[in-house]
């Protein structure tokens, strides 16, 4: 193999909901992976709630990725597999728009292992929760479970987060899906708040993996996520022993 060989190493970014942070934390995770001197590249490979403007391509308009592209201080090449108009479901929103299923779930894996092979490491952000449908009869669960990636859950700090973290992660961990932890997106250390004030108690014992990082409120500008960013320093280690472990 040649040195300068990519990685070609994926990891998912899953999380308890929809809107929990899941696009926050990739970037937050894609910068700590530049920062240990990866090339590291970020996917999408399924998006909904996106309009493709004639010629457009889905990695060019999916949100997330315009998102992601933006916050991050360094470059990265990102590849979305699928846009899709209705802010539903992917499966609903697949039929809806083309009167009948037409993702081909394969094909989009046969993608993502080609981009993925371009970088040493891809961060890759799931569609909403795991129990997702994206087409009649696959879950983001099941369809996971065929690739055998590990994954990151993002979770958030307030009231319920509880059990739908221990849900998520047991669901994943069931199917022998490696769960490298848990980041909890949104933390606010100062609050008075007694769910919050007291979630890394109830995750210390009860949650079967570590949570990575309790990631604050960050300002979200233009290029404002760089390697030495507070928030990401934090996930450097986690990251750094998977690189090399795995
Ligand atoms: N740590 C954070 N700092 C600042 N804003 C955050 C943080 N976590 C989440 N948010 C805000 O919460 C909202 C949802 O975040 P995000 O888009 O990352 O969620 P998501 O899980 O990727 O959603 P989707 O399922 O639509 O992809 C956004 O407005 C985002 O700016
Ligand atoms: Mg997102």
Redesign the pocket.
Known sequence: MSENTPLGKRLWITGTD??VG??VV?ALVAAAFQGIGLKTQVA?PLQSGAVLLPGQSPTVAS??LQ?VRAWLKTAVPTWCGVCLEAPATPWIADETQHGHPSIDLERITAQLIDFGAQGDVTVV?AAGGVYVPLTPTQTVLGWLTTIADPVIVVARPNLGTINHTLLTVNALLERNIPVLGVVVSGWDSDSTDIAQQTLPQVFERFLPVPVLAWVPRVALNPQCIRPDHGAVEALFPALASWVKGA
């Open positions: 929809t809107d899941k696009t990739t999408k949100p997330d998102s952000e």
